[in-house]
């Protein structure tokens, strides 16, 4: 059996070679096809490069490495160009068929045997392309996960030596941890001394981001640095009392004008009210 | 056994550690730091914990300690210098070192132990 099989190996081989052109143009001819639109002669370089790669890894004992570069390149041009990963396997299977008319001319069994060891091939070919489609949009989706993390988290100056957190959208425990990590971070460099959490971005809060919320004000505390909680909205506080949640000593504040006063007359700073532009013009009239 | 200096500056007692706390070495600094606020009459006690990186429960328990010591002997402890990571050790440990003041560096350390002396003084007189 294995002679029969290392045969009709063998006579696939002689038919992509021979019938080159033939079985390339229906192949063609069926991926342009099932493509619809797009760029067809951008297509025909490429599929030829496959072919001619995929003829190349049978010499060479079965290597499909420079085979799977060209389909991972594939893939993702396609999915650039908003094919669906399935259509472009369709468009790879489609090689079977556009052989199998070249096989059903020649009619003999070892070409018949090497059909099925060759449509094995092509299939995992073709699910090497759905496969290497979802490793980009993993990588996609990974890549964007961290940017809004960089960038959901600034740190801002208020004033000298106060500093504010903006928090907006819901808190887990790895986005509460990075800002943790920056706030204390920004207290040690720019020396501040006073800190204001803003949560009127915060979604919701439960036990678990309002335990968060205390840890980085305790952690700060350690380092000699003071947290005001702010922007905390009526639904909020009545949540947050609901649940029986303590801050225990730790100053909340309803916005985060409150808190800045605070955390000014804490630092030392008076403020007055001149009187306003308004105030002096009702004067002059 | 390596020990911890003890520095004096003016009626402040300031340590600086630098090196890998070992057990042998964290009593003989509490009991340097408590004979040394004795005979100086130190009103304060600065420790500076900057080029601390790893901390554990022992070495939270060990600042805890020597705060206490200084304030049987009337003297504010301030810790200063604590990095971020090591904040954030402290807080999963459970540790929140009730009792010691801290301040972000030394500078503030020092001008959080004047302020403290002033309202000290202030009380007093009033």
Redesign the interface.
């Known amino acids: 059996m294995s002679v029969s099989a290392e045969a009709g190996r063998r006579r696939i081989e002689e038919l992509l070679q021979e019938h080159q052109e033939r079985v390339f143009k229906r192949w063609l001819q069926l991926a342009a096809s099932s493509a619809g639109h797009g760029d067809r002669g951008d297509l025909t370089g490429q599929l030829r490069e496959i072919y001619q790669a995929l003829k190349q890894s049978f010499t060479d004992s079965g290597d499909l490495s420079d085979l799977r570069g060209l389909l991972a390149e594939l893939s993702r041009s396609r999915a650039r160009h908003g094919f669906s990963p399935s259509e472009t396997a369709v468009m790879v299977f489609g090689l079977k068929e556009a052989l199998y008319e070249s096989v059903e001319a020649d009619g003999s069994p070892e070409a018949l045997r090497g059909f099925i060891w060759f449509s094995r091939i092509i299939d995992d070919l073709g699910l090497f392309t759905i496969e290497s489609y979802a490793v980009a949009r993993e990588k996609v989706i990974i890549d964007q996960a961290e940017q809004l993390l960089e960038l959901s988290t600034p740190v801002v100056k208020l004033w000298e030596g106060i500093v504010a957190v903006p928090l907006v959208g819901t808190l887990d425990s790895a986005r509460t941890q990075v800002v943790?990590?920056k706030l204390?971070?920004t207290?040690?460099d720019t020396?501040?001394?006073h800190a204001v959490i803003d949560i009127t971005g915060v979604p919701a809060v439960d036990t678990q981001v309002a335990q968060h919320l205390l840890?980085t004000v305790?952690?700060?505390?350690?380092?000699?640095?003071e947290c005001v909680i702010s922007g905390i909205r009526p639904q909020i506080a009545h949540t947050i009392v609901t649940l029986g949640i303590e801050f225990g000593d730790i100053v909340t504040k309803a916005s985060l004008a409150d808190a800045l006063a605070h955390a000014l007359r804490e630092s030392g700073v008076d403020f007055v009210r001149r009187r306003t532009h308004v105030a002096v013009r009702t004067e002059e009239r | 056994m390596d020990r911890v200096p003890v520095l004096k500056l003016g009626d402040i007692l300031i340590v600086s550690i630098q090196i890998d706390l070992q057990d042998q070495s964290v009593l003989a600094l509490q009991e340097d730091l408590a004979d040394q606020v004795v005979a100086t009459g130190a009103r304060g006690v600065i420790i500076d914990i900057t080029a601390v990186e790893i901390v554990d429960s022992f070495i939270g328990r060990m600042l805890a300690t020597i705060a206490a010591i200084s304030r049987m002997l009337d003297a504010d402890t301030v810790v200063v210098g604590m990095r971020p990571a090591v904040a954030i050790t402290l807080v999963e440990l459970g540790l929140s070192l009730g009792g010691v003041r801290t301040a972000l560096n030394l500078e503030k350390g020092v001008a959080l132990l004047n302020h403290l002396e002033g309202s000290k003084i202030a009380s007093v007189t009033r």
């Open positions: 943790m990590e204390l971070q207290l040690v020396g501040s001394e840890k305790v952690a700060a505390r350690l380092m000699g640095a």
